[in-house]
């Protein structure tokens, strides 16, 4: 499979791109003024202490204080008991806390936080304060799960260096520092040196992090993660990309050097793209983008799904549309189910849902092809770098599934709701506006009378007042004896209006 990553970088954001195939599969953006905050490390400063939710709320620096559970607060002892403790024993008001970004402020909600800290570089991901090393799940191999599992139990620090043949006979090995690990995907083939050199860089960088915890001041930021176009580099990048292309040319300086030291494999692929098409013409990123904001999406076939997204789920409903088939129904709805199960993933990752998802596919009555449906659909999902869970078919013939949310979806990144219909997606028909404008006349007219009134509505509405309506609004004036008069005002949607009492 051919796989490119594109950098687009301007001073207002950054973008990156991820293709397969020539078909654009993930996008990332990061706005300058507003900088994606998960990883970063924060001494906060607990605002409010909630007993009945076992939660706190932290003041981090941000417009909306932070939320913290009482299982992502470390107990100060760092016992390895799974009970999670009273909130009001762990935390109080006014207390100082150094915690960690896990989830972005999404909507009305603030950040997501925890105490069990973790820094990641290419190969591990290092936790300061829980003494366990893991292996990503991703690597399957039993024998190279354990050959990595030594590599990282067995290190020992290198003891300082003794001035004098005496001091080097009382010099003491180290002890190994606290703390534990977890061995990503990447470190996967790669030798003992790599290895140990992350876990140098890892116990270096958080000695840094240790000494700014001290001198800090409250509600303000320790640690950031790395900018997303160097991030990309450390978390995304496997050895089947082919080419990472960047278009500016400060940056890929940055790039090349940040590559040279933590990912030397990939040097050679990192290139500057100087063209006078932008890079996200190359393989129409741009009109992907678009596409991925709405609510359909077309199949090759002919079918099409709908995917919408609401606060507590998003739904995808999957349709046969203009595809009929040549055999029968049956195979008709089993070719249309498969080419959704690769869709619905690719539109997962493009738009970045998160959250509980329920899969509406067409019902199947051969359970062999439901089968095979969900086992393409699983296929597709293990080259998601988000961890997703599948639940099988329900009763109902529904696919319910989970993707890990740490960060806004595609659409929360790039719009907001729309002012005019309140985020409802619809708006109220002319008619039912008029209607709304009489009742208001009614009331108007008992509550303090006037020789005419002036409606102030919008061009669909008056037309309509004055055409389909003019019999209803000349009823209306003879019941309340009164004249109505209309005026458009050009700058009011369809569902404003005003009553004026002349």
């Known amino acids: 499979m051919s796989e490119e990553i594109l950098i687009n970088i301007t001073p207002m954001e950054t973008r990156v ?24 490390i924060y001494k906060g400063k607990v605002v409010r202490v909630l007993p009945g939710m076992q939660a706190a709320f932290v003041d981090i620096g941000l417009e909306r204080a932070a939320f913290i559970h009482a299982a992502d607060v470390a107990p100060p002892d760092r016992s ?47 936790m300061p304060h829980t003494p366990h090393t893991g292996v990503s799940q991703r690597i399957e191999d039993d024998t190279e799960r354990e050959r990595l599992r030594a590599i990282v139990e067995n290190y020992q ?14 010099a003491i090995t180290p002890v190994q ?29 958080w000695r840094s992090v240790e000494r700014r915890c001290k001198q800090a001041k409250e509600k303000t930021v320790i640690y950031e993660d790395l900018p997303l176009f160097m991030r990309t580099m450390r978390d995304f990048v496997r050895p089947e990309i082919e080419k990472i292309r960047i278009d500016s040319r400060e940056n890929f300086v940055k790039l090349k050097a940040f590559v040279k030291e933590f990912v030397p494999a990939l040097e050679s692929r990192v290139e500057y793209y100087p063209g006078e098409r ?31 997204q609401t ?31 690769t869709a619905i993933v690719r539109q997962l990752r493009l738009r970045n849902l998160g959250g509980i998802i329920i899969i509406d596919f067409i019902d199947m009555e051969d359970p062999e092809h439901q089968r095979q449906v969900l086992r393409l659909l699983e296929k597709n999902l293990e080259r998601d770098h988000a961890k997703t869970k599948l639940t099988g078919v329900t009763e109902l013939g529904l696919v319910q599934m989970t ?36 009742r208001e006349i009614l009331r108007e007219e008992r509550a303090y009378g006037s020789e005419t009134y002036l409606v102030l509505a919008a061009q669909p509405v008056v037309d309509r007042l004055l055409d389909e309506e003019s019999a209803s609004v000349a009823d209306l004036e003879l019941f309340i004896n009164k004249t109505i008069k209309f005026q458009v005002e050009t700058l009011y949607s369809q569902e404003q209006f005003d009553i004026v009492l002349l």
């Open 311 to 341: 606060e507590a789920m998003t739904t995808i409903d999957v349709n046969t549309g203009a595809f009929v088939g040549h055999k029968n129904l049956e195979e008709t709805i089993f070719k249309t189910n498969l080419e959704a199960a």
């Open 278 to 308: 932008p890079v996200f013409d190359l393989y129409g990123v741009e009109d992907e983008i678009q596409k991925a904001l709405g609510r359909k999406v077309q199949l090759k076939s002919g079918g099409y799904l709908v995917v919408d």
């Open 177 to 205: 520092p606290e703390g534990g690990f977890i061995i990503r995907t990447a470190a996967e083939g790669f030798g003992e040196d790599e290895i140990l050199a992350d876990i140098h860089f890892l116990h270096r960088l």
């Open 403 to 438: 993707r890990k949310r740490t960060r806004e979806s595609l659409e929360q990144v790039m719009c907001e709701p729309c002012p005019t219909c309140e985020a409802r997606g619809t708006l109220k028909t002319a008619e039912t506006v008029c209607y709304e404008i009489f």
């Open 17 to 40: 791109a991820v293709v397969e195939n020539g078909v654009l599969q993930e996008v990332y953006i990061e706005r300058t003024r507003r900088r994606g905050i998960v990883g970063n």
């Open 80 to 126: 390895g008991s799974n009970d999670v403790e009273s909130i009001s024993s762990l935390l109080h008001e006014g207390q100082s806390l150094i915690v960690q970004v896990t989830k972005e402020p999404i909507g009305t909600k603030g950040a997501r936080l925890t105490t069990h800290l973790s820094i990641p570089s290419r190969y591990l991901v290092y």
């Open 157 to 170: 620090p290198e003891p300082d260096t003794a001035t004098s043949a005496k001091e080097k006979k009382k």
